[in-house]
Each structure stands twice: as structure tokens, then as C-alpha cells.
């Protein structure tokens, strides 16, 4: 059997912890390692778990919990955040993506669409609704020229293994598809993705496709 994705499942709502773990477990390349109430410790706790995927409900508890694990960087940099249950707003779905997101699906989700969440997450790739995914385009046109300044030189701040990356980010391959096409492990590629955007200031893999836009990033 291959890896194994483990998982944390972090609600106040035991009834919720209780059925998406059974729901999950089912799976056998899914694994459930903590499921917790919301809490400091349960931040804590998965820090240490070396989780793959946390799936919680609660964009408040996330972003709250932001700048701690911001303070964590190596010890987080394979774990991927899902927000499940959640309202279909735009508002929400964009401070869902600023608090460092990788999935937003909707409490109207069934429990299939929640198990393919779990596994498009783990693979570093990111999933919401269609209908909100316009939202985001937006954004990002609006407000690419106020990324950071320390963007506007950011050749100078990447080694040039981050450099050979980012024109690849840009293309939209996972970490798995670069891990391959440069023969390195995919933990490698992780880890270079997570340098990249401490570096470039900005909290997602589109905003590294649109600084290599807008600062004429090498291609």
C-alpha cells in the first residue's frame, strides 16, 4: 500500500467529528490521526501530528489560529487546511483563501465530495465551488499591484532552484507533477513552495503566479 494521507479532524461539534471520521476511515489511503474540539492545544497537537490534511469547520477558529501556525513554518509546511461546512459567501471564501485555505467546500457538500476534497488537498492541489472560483479571479486582477514591495525584485531574493519552480507554479502543477519532472521528492518540492512564499510575501500558490506576472518573474 501506498502513503497513507493523515488526517486531522478539528470541530466543536462532536457528532460531526464522530461521522466524517467513520466516513473517512472507510478509505483505506485515508487515516485519521486526531480528531479534536477547537482549542489551543488542539492547534498544538497537530503541529506536532505532522498532519497532512486538517479538515475543520470554522473560518474563525482558522483564522485566529493563523498566527501561530505562521510561527511554525517548517513544522507546517506539508499540512494542507480544509474548511468544510461552509456558507456560500464570497466575503467568507476569500478570507478562507487569505488564512491560508487550501479547500472551501459547502455544508450542502455530500460526504464523496468531502473524501475527493481531503485527497485533492493532500496532494497540494486546491478545490472550492465552481461558482465561487470567479470571486477569486477578481481579486487577484484587483489587487496584483499592491502585492508586496518586497516582490519587486524577487529574482534576487530566490535561489535558483525557487526560480526554476516558480514558472511551473504558474502553470498550475502540483507538487507531485514538479516533484517528477525535476526527479526530487515531492516533501523537497514542498518545502522549496513553502520558502517561495515566505519570500515573496504572499499566502497561496496564485499569488506566486501573479507575482511572476506582474514583477516579469523569469519564465
Known amino acids: 500500500?501506498?502513503?497513507?494521507?493523515?488526517?486531522?479532524?478539528?470541530?466543536?461539534?462532536?457528532?460531526?467529528?464522530?461521522?466524517?471520521?467513520?466516513?473517512?476511515?472507510?478509505?483505506?489511503?485515508?487515516?485519521?490521526?486526531?480528531?479534536?474540539?477547537?482549542?489551543?492545544?488542539?492547534?498544538?497537537?497537530?503541529?506536532?501530528?505532522?498532519?497532512?490534511?486538517?479538515?475543520?469547520d470554522s473560518l474563525d477558529f482558522l483564522i485566529l489560529s493563523t498566527a501561530f501556525l505562521k510561527t511554525q513554518r517548517e513544522s507546517c509546511a506539508g499540512l494542507h487546511i480544509l474548511l468544510v461546512a461552509m456558507e456560500e459567501d464570497e466575503q467568507l471564501f476569500l478570507r478562507a483563501v487569505r488564512a491560508g485555505a487550501l479547500g472551501f467546500v459547502l455544508k450542502d457538500a455530500s460526504a464523496l465530495d468531502v473524501v475527493a476534497a481531503v485527497r485533492c488537498v493532500a496532494g497540494g492541489e486546491a478545490i472550492c465551488p465552481?461558482?465561487?472560483?470567479?470571486?477569486?479571479?477578481?481579486?487577484?486582477?484587483?489587487?496584483?499591484?499592491?502585492?508586496?514591495?518586497?516582490?519587486?525584485?524577487?529574482?534576487?531574493?530566490?535561489?535558483?532552484?525557487?526560480?526554476?519552480?516558480?514558472?511551473?507554479?504558474?502553470?498550475?502543477?502540483?507538487?507531485?507533477?514538479?516533484?517528477?519532472?525535476?526527479?526530487?521528492?515531492?516533501?523537497?518540492?514542498?518545502?522549496?513552495?513553502?520558502?517561495i512564499l515566505h519570500k515573496v510575501g504572499v499566502e497561496n500558490r496564485l499569488g506566486i503566479a501573479a507575482a511572476m506576472d506582474t514583477r516579469r518573474l523569469p519564465n
Open 1 to 56: 500500500m501506498g502513503h497513507r494521507v493523515s488526517v486531522c479532524i478539528l470541530s466543536d461539534n462532536r457528532l460531526f467529528r464522530e461521522s466524517l471520521g467513520r466516513i473517512l476511515s472507510k478509505r483505506g489511503d485515508l487515516e485519521i490521526i486526531t480528531s479534536v474540539g477547537l482549542s489551543e492545544l488542539a492547534v498544538a497537537e497537530v503541529v506536532r501530528s505532522a498532519a497532512d490534511v486538517v479538515v475543520l
Open 130 to 195: 465552481a461558482r465561487l472560483c470567479k470571486c477569486l479571479f477578481d481579486s487577484v486582477a484587483k489587487h496584483s499591484v499592491e502585492l508586496p514591495k518586497s516582490c519587486t525584485n524577487v529574482q534576487s531574493v530566490l535561489t535558483r532552484r525557487e526560480q526554476q519552480l516558480v514558472p511551473m507554479i504558474g502553470r498550475g502543477l502540483t507538487n507531485k507533477e514538479i516533484a517528477k519532472e525535476l526527479n526530487l521528492s515531492e516533501q523537497t518540492i514542498k518545502n522549496h513552495v513553502h520558502r
